[in-house]
């Protein structure tokens, strides 16, 4: 029953890259890319409201050479696709006319904010600079709810956020989309020679995804490499370059008075690409809440940024190709910032942050000063500096400087360098590659030591349709402590490879029914920093088939191995003592097709868990009648038995979500964990009559249920009510 690993093997993933020589059958996909294009300035400002009148976009470039890129590279649309671009001094605008009846659409979603990936819409990526290592986002529903995110070479920050103007109408037979984009939303060297466009649709009913460019068919569409030129953009405005962000919040916090808290965010365009931001007295209340999954190992978690003065231009200070998918030894985590070891959340008194590009060098500055922690004699200043300098093309090289510590008074400094390449190998097969270096150092009263205070690592993705792989390498170092960052694993060696070989069907039963199926390997290594085994995974998923239903499925064995130097107290009656463990687990996921009203998700494991039997069973449920309305019910459970002892881990998530219409929205949450036995409630009312200005009403409630719902001890208690504008000159 038990299965016992060989010896480490070799990363063999890498002699794969023989399997690239698959051929394509799109091997005409050149006639798909466009060339330099002119883009127009307008006289006439065409009034956004979704109604597209031919002589308000009688001066714009007219674009209807679209081609289908997924599931097949070169097929024709199905409906026909007008689209129009144009800018003027203050604007770069957007129109598009798409020839499908109303009643094939997918239009589910009303409120902003809400994921709206499963839908149809319509929109661009927008490189400014067209350096192909950032873009902006910007896409839109037919009933104009609207998503807006930055590309970061081939990753997508969902994010940040910025003002911008979208409105929809749809016909019996078409449906209409109108973008402008503020000069003021967006960063750019004045009167650059070239910048980067993508227009994109998506139906989802069948899943088709539908561009006008395409450089590459073995690269993903949005990716910054994927951008057509366009250009003619001069002598653009910003105005004086000023933005006035003031809120005022009426809260109530653990049942103390209510209070009135002012506070004011500043945004000042030193240059069209260089941006400096002030905060002061910075108020989050209404910030969404973190989703708290189970933890079942021995580290802790990550949660992704939420607040807005974080998220702006929140790409500059990624480092060494680390992100939210793998996060272990991040130099810089924003939510640091703002959290007390003895008094848990702190306010933030005043912020200042400096980011953009001057030339090929993109930079940015971070200084916070929050309050006390607990019995400290004075508040905490907490400093983040990052630079990146694209050398040549493809290769960018990069630093980045951390000082102070939100928990101490010590004296903490980080200081790291990075290095980026970004281009393709065999000259048609996008690879992304990161090495990186970094040391952390503490002059502090409790005499940290600086022994074996380094980071280093390296990672190398292709990113290929056919054949994908990730590849990297990461050494932490027994006392690297990055104070403003992120570590939940020290003392550590990390190898990861993984890859997948994705075929595409192109005609019969299966091309009619599939749009791909794939095998998928995954290995992962942990050794501490003398080299000695810690664990090890091998999953195997030999079988994973997206339909043309959209629905999704795939099958995968895993095999682990862990080496515990010490107690593991996974629950309060499973404890897992110090050996070798090696065992196994089987696992089935099933996610049904969301263009149904009802819809779900659901992922059954059955093995070993250390030395425990265990059962997983989650089920995610969906019901979605209409546009207003959205519930979701998730249920994961976890069953150990060991020796004729039975323990149970499990979390229950409710969300309700209503929108009355574009501009008003109800968003409720209800999250129960026995791991940790909380229970809370977020519920949040919001009004967004115009991008710039919000009106929020939040609750947000936790409570401490170890003993019992009767005699629960309340942990958080903030009702707030939240007013915010935006002024821009």
């Known amino acids: 029953m038990k299965s016992t690993f060989s010896q480490k093997p070799h990363l063999i993933a890498l002699c794969v890259l023989s399997c690239i020589t698959s051929s394509y059958s799109e091997a005409n996909w050149q006639q798909f890319t466009q060339p330099e294009t002119h883009i127009p300035k307008t006289n006439i400002k065409p009034i956004i409201d979704g109604k597209l009148s031919k002589d308000e976009w009688q001066d714009a470039r007219l674009i209807e050479d679209f081609v289908v890129f997924r599931p097949n590279v070169g097929d024709q649309p199905t409906h026909n696709i007008e689209a129009y671009v144009s800018y003027d001094s203050e604007f770069f605008y957007v129109a598009a006319k798409i020839y499908q009846p109303k009643h094939t659409l997918t239009d589910r ?193 990550y949660f992704t940024e939420k607040r807005d003065f974080f998220l702006q231009d929140s790409q500059i200070f990624r480092f060494g190709g680390m992100d939210d998918t793998y996060s272990n030894g991040m130099p810089f985590y924003s939510r640091r910032i703002g959290q007390g070891r003895q008094s848990g959340l702190l306010d933030i008194n005043w912020g200042t942050k400096l980011t953009g590009q001057i030339g090929n060098t993109r930079l940015g500055i971070l200084s916070v000063n929050q309050e006390q922690d ?76 600086n022994e074996d205070n380094k980071s280093y690592g390296a990672s190398m993705r292709l990113l290929n349709d056919t054949f994908y792989m990730r590849n990297r390498f990461q050494y932490v170092g027994k006392n690297f402590n990055p104070t403003l960052g992120f570590v939940n694993r020290k ?34 290594l942990w050794e501490d920093t003398q080299g000695k085994r810690e664990g090890q995974s091998i999953f195997i998923r030999p079988l994973q088939i997206d339909f043309k239903s959209d629905d999704f499925f795939f099958f995968t064995h895993n095999r682990y191995q862990r080496m515990l130097t010490k107690p593991f107290s996974f629950t309060n009656k499973l404890t897992f003592v110090p050996k070798e463990y090696n065992y196994n687990q089987n696992e089935i996921y099933f996610s049904s097709a969301n263009s149904r009203p009802i819809y779900f998700t659901s992922r059954i494991t059955k093995g070993e868990f250390y030395d425990a039997e265990l059962e997983r069973v989650s089920l995610d449920l969906n019901y979605r009648p209409n546009r207003h309305l959205f519930l979701n019910l998730s249920r994961n459970m976890y ?45 949040r009312l919001r009004y967004e009559p115009s991008p710039n200005a919000v009106y929020i009403a939040s609750i947000n409630r936790g409570y401490d249920l170890g003993s019992g719902w009767h005699e629960r001890v309340e942990t958080t208690d903030e009702t707030a009510i939240k007013l915010a504008y935006t002024y821009r000159w």
Not at 397 to 415: E, R
Not at 498 to 507: D, G, N, T
């Open 109 to 301: 979603v009303l409120s902003q904010g809400e994921y709206m990936w499963d839908e149809d819409y319509f929109g661009l990526v927008l490189d400014t600079n067209f350096d192909k290592s950032d873009a902006y986002l910007f896409h839109v529903t037919p009933s104009g709810v609207k998503e807006d995110g930055l590309v970061d070479g081939t990753s997508y920050i969902a994010q940040w956020k910025t003002l911008w103007h979208a409105k929809t109408s749809v016909e019996a037979n078409s449906w209409s989309v109108e973008i402008a984009i503020p000069m003021q939303s967006i960063s750019f060297e004045q009167n650059a020679a070239l910048w980067g466009l993508q227009l994109r649709h998506r139906t989802a009913s069948p899943n088709t995804q539908i561009y006008w460019n395409v450089n590459n068919p073995n690269n993903y569409a949005w990716h910054t490499n994927q951008l057509a030129p366009i250009s003619g953009l001069r002598n653009l405005k910003q105005g004086i370059g000023l933005e006035l962000k003031p809120s005022l919040a009426l809260k109530s916090t653990n049942n103390e008075k209510s209070e009135l808290t002012p506070a004011l965010d500043v945004l000042y365009k030193l240059t069209p690409n260089l941006s400096a931001m002030l905060t002061i007295n910075t108020d989050f209340s209404g910030t969404e809440v973190d989703e708290v999954p189970l933890n079942t190992t021995r580290f802790s978690q």
């Open 374 to 449: 607990a019995m400290q004699s004075e508040d905490t200043q907490l400093s983040v500096a990052r630079i990146i300098h694209q050398v040549v093309d493809k290769h960018q090289i990069g630093a980045i400087v951390t000082h102070g510590s939100p928990n101490d008074q010590s004296d903490s400094t980080l200081f790291g360098a990075d290095y980026r390449y970004q281009g393709n190998i065999f000259e048609q097969f996008p690879v992304d590659a990161h090495a990186y270096y970094q040391e952390a150092e503490s002059a502090s009263h409790n005499a940290i030591s």
């Open 491 to 524: 003392d550590l060696k990390y190898y990861e490879t993984v890859s997948h070989y994705r075929i595409r069907p192109q005609s019969g039963w299966l091309g009619e029914q599939v749009n791909y199926y794939q095998f998928t390997g995954f290995y992962y």
């Open 639 to 683: 069953y150990y038995e060991r020796d004729g002892i039975n323990d149970q881990l499990f979390n229950t998530q409710l969300k309700i979500n209503v929108a009355f219409n574009t501009e008003w929205s109800w968003n409720t949450l209800l999250q129960h964990n026995n791991q940790t036995n909380n229970f809370s409630l977020f519920s």
